[in-house]
């Protein structure tokens, strides 16, 4: 017969096995595109690097956010491993990834387009 603290550690335990991978799993995921795995958001758009942002610094504002527009976080967005949040000048929030600042690219029309890397010598796909 099992007691209500063997019970309780058991529920937690399925809990955390069901759960977990979701959570450890980060706010974007890898797709295969013309140029290799990329991260991309959950509509499966490209992200991207700028070469001009600094680690948990975004420099992309004005007619830049326009074309790069910020991986925007949610409000109840948490940082977890090499996840992290950039706060930026509007007071919302972007993502990042080990630190740099992500973005997605108007021109990119379809899930897994690449349009942007390489663009200016400035914009890579985030890997």
Request: net charge positive.
């Amino acid at each position: 017969m099992r007691t209500a603290a063997t019970r309780t550690v058991l529920a937690l335990a399925m809990l955390a096995g069901a759960f977990g991978p979701a959570i450890a799993a980060g706010p974007a995921k890898m797709m295969e595109t013309s140029v290799g795995k990329v991260y991309v958001d959950a509509k499966g758009m490209t992200l991207y690097t700028f070469d001009k942002d600094q680690k948990g610094v975004s420099n992309c504002y004005d007619q830049c956010a326009v074309n790069w527009p910020p991986f925007v976080a949610g409000a109840k967005a948490k940082a977890s491993g090499e996840w992290t949040l950039v706060d930026r000048k509007d007071g919302t929030k972007m993502w990042a990834y080990d630190g740099m600042p992500l973005y997605t690219f108007i021109k990119d029309k379809k899930p897994g387009d690449v349009v942007g890397d390489g663009v200016g010598g400035v914009w890579h796909v985030a890997k």
